[in-house]
C-alpha cells in the first residue's frame, strides 16, 4: 500500500499474521529456512545468514544446562533446534500457528524444550510459558520489526516480570540505514506477498530498550552483519546483545 520514511506510524498486525502464518507454504525440506528468513530469491544468502547466527552469535549467549531458554518468534525452530541439546529447557513461541506445526514436526532434538502458540504482547499471560519459570536467555530474532512502538515498550516492560535476575537477551533485525521506513501492507514483488514491517534506525531500538535498561540490563553489543553486503539500500542487517 505505501512506504513511510521517517514518521512513526502503526503496522496492520492481522496483515503481519496473516502473512506468517501463509509462509508455511514456502517450506521445503531442501532449504527450510527460506520461509521464516523472507529472502525467497537469494536462497545461499539464507543459509549464509543462518551459519552466522549459529556460529558466531549463538555462542556470544553462554548457553549452558543451567539455562532456561525463551525464543519468542521461533518460527520453525531455526535456533531451537542448535539451542536444545545446549540448555535445560527451551521454549518457543510464535504467533502463528502454521509455523509452529512446522516445527513439532521437524524437531527431533533430545532434550526438554515447547513450541507455544502467542504473541509477544500476550507472552507474559501464557500460563504455559509462565509456569516454566525464570528466563536466563531470550531470542528475538527478527521479531521487534513486527510490532508496533506502544506494544513494544509495553511488551518489553512486562517481559522483565519473566527473566530471571541473571539474563541475556539477543536481538536482530534489519534496520533503517538513513531513516526509519515503515513499509505498510505494501506489495512485495520479490515475496509475491502484500507485506507491513517497521525498519527502525539503531538509536531508535536504544530508546525503545529503556524498559529493560531501567531494571539494570545494559547494551553489551550492538553490531552489523554483513555490514555493506548492499543486499537492500535502505537497510542492513542489525543485532543487539542486552546483559544483566
Not at 63 to 72: A, F
Not at 94 to 102: N, P, R, T, V
Request: glycine share 6%.
Amino acid at each position: 500500500m505505501k512506504r513511510v520514511y521517517g514518521e512513526k506510524i502503526d503496522i496492520d498486525v492481522e496483515n503481519v499474521k496473516n502473512f506468517w502464518n501463509e509462509r508455511k507454504s514456502k517450506y521445503s525440506e531442501e532449504n527450510p529456512y527460506v520461509s521464516i528468513q523472507c529472502n525467497d530469491s537469494d536462497p545461499e544468502y539464507v543459509k549464509k545468514w543462518d551459519a552466522f547466527e549459529k556460529e558466531n552469535i549463538l555462542p556470544k549467549m553462554n548457553i549452558t544446562k543451567e539455562d532456561n531458554v525463551l525464543d519468542i518468534g521461533c518460527g520453525i525452530g531455526r535456533l531451537g533446534e542448535a539451542i536444545i541439546p545446549m540448555c535445560k529447557r527451551y521454549i518457543g513461541v510464535d504467533f502463528s500457528d502454521e509455523l509452529l506445526g512446522i516445527a513439532r514436526e521437524r524437531i527431533t532434538c533430545e532434550g526438554e524444550y515447547e513450541f507455544i502458540n502467542a504473541c509477544f504482547q500476550e507472552i507474559t499471560q501464557n500460563q504455559q510459558i509462565c509456569a516454566r519459570g525464570s528466563y536466563s536467555k531470550v531470542i528475538l530474532a527478527g521479531v521487534i520489526m513486527y510490532i508496533n512502538d506502544e506494544s513494544l515498550t509495553k511488551g518489553l516492560k512486562d517481559l522483565n516480570k519473566i527473566l530471571a535476575p541473571q539474563c541475556t537477551i539477543f536481538t536482530t533485525d534489519p534496520v533503517g540505514v538513513e531513516k526509519r521506513l515503515t513499509l505498510n501492507q505494501f506489495y512485495s514483488d520479490s515475496l509475491c506477498a502484500n507485506y507491513s514491517v517497521i525498519y527502525r534506525k539503531e538509536e531508535e531500538y536504544v530508546e525503545l530498550f529503556k524498559p529493560l535498561l531501567e531494571k539494570g540490563f545494559h547494551i553489551h553489543e550492538s553490531e552489523f552483519i554483513f555490514k555493506n553486503a548492499h543486499q537492500y539500500s535502505e537497510t542492513e542487517r542489525h543485532y543487539f546483545i542486552l546483559k544483566r
